[in-house]
């Protein structure tokens, strides 16, 4: 069979749909997408202590993906127009995941 890529992209899509919408329907998120790796990065040049240095997390792509999922289904329409742009959700006390 030669390479066609359509077919394995439109493959990988079903499959991303079904996980998608598996954990949609049941409110169950997989494991795997809780985990996250936490990188220090410095605030600053001369670093001491833990206040001189910044978490970054790197997440699944998957747990990204629904998330922005989550936030132009459900969220954005339900967030009244100029109240916050959507990217800094995460800032926002009510907005928050870090609950």
Do not use: C
Not at 32 to 38: D, M, Q
């Amino acid at each position: 069979m030669a390479y066609q890529p359509g077919y394995y992209v439109a493959a990988l899509m079903s499959l991303l749909i079904l996980l998608l919408n598996g954990s949609f329907s049941t409110g169950k998120v997989p494991s795997y997408w809780l985990n996250a790796l936490v990188t220090p990065v410095p605030k600053v040049s001369a670093s001491i202590g833990f206040s001189d240095f910044r978490p970054i997390s790197v997440t699944p792509h998957l747990s990204r993906i629904a998330e922005k999922v989550i936030v132009r289904r459900w969220l954005q329409p339900a967030i009244p127009i100029g109240v916050t742009s959507y990217g800094a959700l995460g800032h926002v006390p009510p907005w928050s995941l870090d609950m």
